[in-house]
């Protein structure tokens, strides 16, 4: 087997994961969403990463079906007082989408790798 020889691995196990999308042992964040220049483990270029906002508005969405809709349930199913809704409303809208940034833009930027995809250009 040859050194330069990568398994083909799923951008959806390597991005929850945070890992690299041609290896999937090196770290794809430096930070919490900061991409990683490189692979500390195969060395592949990080610079192909652009997430733009595509991760935050897939949570955004997700969060807000969501958060509003256990809201709205827990209404219809048991009209609390409002500071049972702010109790459970505001963790909910806060803490999930901080918990679910990092894997949505870690399987985004592991799919644009394995797809090849970059950003549209007209021919000249």
């Not at 690299?20 to 090196?26: D, I, V």
């Not at 256990?70 to 409303?89: Q, R």
């Amino acid at each position: 087997m040859s050194d330069n020889y990568y398994p083909d691995i799923s951008p959806l196990k390597t991005g929850l994961a945070g890992k690299c999308p041609r290896c999937g042992r090196g770290n794809l964040f430096a930070g919490y969403l900061t991409v990683a220049r490189k692979c500390s483990s195969c060395g592949l270029s990080f610079e192909f990463a652009d997430g733009g906002d595509g991760a935050a508005w897939f949570v955004m969405l997700f969060v807000c079906v969501v958060g509003v809709g256990s809201i709205l349930g827990i209404e219809v199913a048991y009209a609390p007082p409002y500071w049972v809704h702010a109790l459970i409303a505001i963790p909910v809208l806060i803490i999930l989408p901080l918990v679910l940034l990092r894997p949505v833009k870690g399987m985004l930027l592991n799919q644009q790798w394995k797809t090849n995809a970059h950003e549209g250009r007209q021919q000249p």
